[in-house]
C-alpha cells in the first residue's frame, strides 16, 4: 500500500465519489434514496454556486474515502461545519483513514474559525458511533429528524 493522502476534492473525482456514496447508501441500507445525477452532483460541487466541498482519501491514484461537508448557520452557534457524508471503502477500513479524514476536517473547521461540527449517524452504526465516542463527541437523543422531499 502507497502513503495515503488527504486532499481537497477535484471535479474530475466526482464519478468516484458518487460511486462511494453509493457504496455508504447501500452499507445504510437505502440503495434506492440515492437519486442524484452525476451531472446534479457535480453541479453542486463545482458549479456556479457551490453547496458542498469535501477532501479525499488518496491510495496511488485511487480515491478509496472521502469526507463531504457544508457550512450551516446555527441562530445559537453561528457557523458550523456540517459532515454530510464520511466513508472509507470497505477493503481499506480499520487503517485510520477514517481518522485521517476526520482530523483533517477538524483541522479545516477551525482554521475557518468555525464554532463547531455536527453529523448525524445512525443509532445502529455501532462502528462509526465508537468512532465518534473516540473525539468526545455528544450525541443528542432530544433532536428529531425531519425532511420533505420534492
Not at 477535484?10 to 451531472?39: F, G, N
Not at 458549479?47 to 474515502?65: E, R, Y
Not at 483541522?107 to 455501532?126: C, S, T
Request: a negative charge.
Amino acid at each position: 500500500m502507497t502513503p495515503i493522502t488527504i486532499r481537497n476534492v477535484r471535479i474530475e473525482d466526482c464519478p468516484r465519489l458518487l460511486e462511494l456514496i453509493r457504496e455508504l447508501a447501500e452499507y445504510e441500507k437505502a440503495a434506492h434514496e440515492v437519486t442524484v445525477t452525476l451531472e446534479q452532483f457535480t453541479d453542486a460541487g463545482f458549479g456556479k454556486s457551490p453547496v458542498w466541498k469535501a477532501f479525499a482519501a488518496v491510495d496511488g491514484n485511487l480515491i478509496i474515502g472521502f469526507a463531504l461537508y457544508y457550512i450551516r448557520y446555527s441562530t445559537w452557534k453561528g457557523c458550523r461545519m456540517y459532515l454530510e457524508d464520511l466513508l472509507v471503502t470497505e477493503s481499506y477500513r480499520g487503517k485510520g483513514i477514517g481518522k485521517m479524514l476526520f482530523d483533517k476536517l477538524l483541522e479545516e473547521a477551525r482554521a475557518q474559525n468555525y464554532n463547531g461540527m455536527v453529523w448525524q449517524v445512525l443509532e445502529w452504526n455501532e462502528p462509526a458511533i465508537n468512532f465518534y465516542k473516540k473525539y468526545d463527541a455528544s450525541f443528542d437523543p432530544e433532536w428529531w429528524n425531519a425532511s420533505i422531499s420534492f
